[in-house]
């Protein structure tokens, strides 16, 4: 069975309509993916949410070390906060639920005091980097388990904007940060979302070498794909997807204050040696 040539062109534009590949019903359910940045006021049920997470714990551990956490945020006043740390973000405050998706060395650290064994290893940027992988591992599939739900989803990287601000509003001992977070509710029907566009794949997928080379036609069609897509959202984006692109990282005025994120982790009590 070879997928929809309508959801293809849905996540490739047209280009999508050349592309052959196989289907199963979840590949057709993951090409569905969109953000969501409006939702309704209902809660996300308990159930969903214990859903959710087993979804989410079922992802793939190094080592079984477990270095991540989640913080569930319902209450109103902490998710107004949360947005204001991001940026500003009405969706974030909006949405009846927010996940905040958490390196957690925290935990790893408790258990080698408490078996009395050292910890030095900790101390360094690759369990940092285990800690980052685990909770965006976990996270995506917290996102799959929610859309087979009826949810709707989208990540928070701006929860990187002020990483000693949200620890204090979540309580975060030393050892753990804010990866991002994501809204999670009930989609707004009034304001439905779109399914964003990818590059092609001889963008992205390399054989055997990498090549910088063999993805420029790619890139050119990608403009050409975003070009539309822009114009059919109505949105206000100047010049093609690699002009907007290339802005997004002219300097460190663009990270909205994640330029001084190291130091942000060392106050946090990650050494990244």
Known sequence: MSLDPQRLRARYGDLGLSLRAASSPLIDHLLDHRSVRAYLPDPVADDELAAIIAAAQSAASSSNLQAWSVVAVRDPATRAALAECAGGQAHVKDAPLQLVWLADLARLRHLAEKTGRPAEALDYTEMFLVGVIDAALAAQNAVAAAESLGLGTVYIGGMRNQPEKVAELLALPP??????????GHPDPAQPAAVKPRPPQSVVLHHEKYSLEVQAPGIEAYNA???????EQQMNVHGTWAVHSAKRIAGPQTLSGRDRLVEALHNRGFKLK
Do not use: D, P
């Open 175 to 184: 050892g753990v940060v804010a990866v991002f977070g994501m809204c999670v």
């Open 225 to 231: 794909t975003m070009a539309r897509f822009y114009e």
